[in-house]
């Protein structure tokens, strides 16, 4: 065989090498509206309503939790500080959360942490997409693992690219869906 062939039946392989190698980007694995969620402790009628503000103290937004449910460990004193609140459940259940200012595109932020998670801390990554509450507000969600160590990343845009992101932090995955934590979500409204 001739170099001329040769180099063609190179070129051949090697394109039908790439081409069976090569993966299109994955689907989201959750599309969608949130539900109301499912399972953990029932939302209670005691409701406790916060802003979320610009650093300027301009309120973009408000969402609930329920106050029967989860107990303060820490909330912001002055608009500038980029956590607005920390969150504990108060029965033991195994769920906390942090609810922080983000800016930019909703999805960079929980695209972020997440990778970190995994490469740093070897997290595993559940799945990812993009939801809507029942307000109409998109947000970016993944959910990781590791262990008995679970993960849920909520990010979300609300005004002039500042949004806000829920992180919480679970015993096992059928808490990250609870109806605890999409009440919260499902507060949101601008």
Request: contains cysteine; aromatic residues 10%; glycine residues 8%.
């Amino acid at each position: 065989m001739n170099s001329k062939n040769c180099r063609r039946l190179l070129i051949l392989f090697g394109t039908l090498f790439l081409l069976t190698t090569c993966k299109e980007a994955p689907e989201p694995d959750i599309t969608g509206k949130f539900g109301s969620g499912s399972g953990g402790t029932t939302v209670s009628g005691a409701q406790n309503r916060r802003n979320i503000t610009k650093t300027s103290g301009e309120v973009i937004a408000t969402y609930a939790y329920d106050a029967a449910y989860f107990v303060e460990i820490y909330s912001a004193t002055v608009s500038t500080d980029p956590v607005f609140l920390a969150l504990a459940d108060i029965h033991g259940e195994g769920v906390s959360l942090v609810i922080s200012r983000i800016y930019g595109r909703p999805d960079t932020a929980c695209r972020y942490v997440a990778a970190l998670l995994a490469r740093d801390e070897a997290f595993d990554i559940d799945l990812t997409g993009e939801r809507e509450n029942t307000s109409g507000i998109g947000f970016y969600q993944v959910e990781l693992h590791k262990g008995s160590d679970y993960r849920g990343l909520f990010c979300a845009e609300l005004k002039d690219d500042i949004g806000v992101s829920f992180a919480v932090r679970a015993t096992s995955r059928t808490m990250l869906a609870s109806e605890q934590i999409y009440f919260m979500l499902n507060s949101l409204t601008l």
